[in-house]
């Protein structure tokens, strides 16, 4: 007979994905994870297969909370100032208690860049394109714009949140904010 978890798997997922936001991939152990979930190396394998299932878990727990700030540029017929809310909503993420590490997704992207997997940077292209995707409609609810100006200020968009991402890692409330203005003073 099977014996019955005594965990909860999404809460277990969302403390190793601090561990990972905090630490990143490499440089979170099983014996981290471990501790950080609260269950044993049994329970970690039997339910997620591996320390990497845990992770993919982890990136599939924070899709979960940026989803509304997603949805709301998603949704809003405002252009460039949604996505100028767009930034401001992302950052807010960033600074609540306990995630002030950037952004797990921009992280990720960066320590997966040059791996030699699949999955998570498949994951992340998809991530930036459908971002790309979003901030191009936008831009183009300006019908002064041309094909080309909308697609090379969407690339420059693109940069900047990542920029941005990195920048609520270590820089204070007053700079990012002067950031988010001066990236959208020309658009």
């Keep these: 007979m099977a014996r019955k978890k005594q965990y909860i798997e999404k809460e277990v997922i969302e403390k190793a994905m601090q561990l990972f936001w905090i630490n990143g991939y ?21 339910s997620f297969g591996s320390k990497y299932g845990v992770f993919l878990e982890s990136l599939k727990s924070y899709q979960e909370i940026i989803k509304e700030v997603f949805e709301n540029l998603k949704n809003a017929k405002n252009g460039v100032a949604d996505i100028q809310k767009f930034f401001c909503d992302s950052v807010q993420i960033c600074t609540l208690e306990g995630n002030q590490k950037g952004c797990l997704i921009t992280n990720t992207y960066y320590e997966f860049f040059d791996k030699n997997d699949d999955l998570v940077p498949q994951q992340m292209r998809k991530y930036m394109g459908d971002l790309k995707l979003l901030f191009i409609e936008k831009l183009k609810m300006d019908a002064t714009k041309s094909e080309e100006t909308v697609l090379r200020q969407a690339n420059f968009l693109l940069l900047a949140k990542h920029g941005l ?20 003073t020309n658009l």
Excluded: H, P
Excluded at 26 to 46: C, D, H, P, R, W
Excluded at 169 to 182: C, H
């Design 165 to 184: 991402a990195a920048a609520t890692r270590v820089n204070n409330k007053e700079e990012i904010n002067d950031y988010i203005e001066m990236t959208f």
């Design 26 to 46: 490499e440089n979170t152990s099983v014996q981290m994870l471990e501790n950080g979930m609260g269950i044993n190396k049994f329970s970690i394998y039997a």
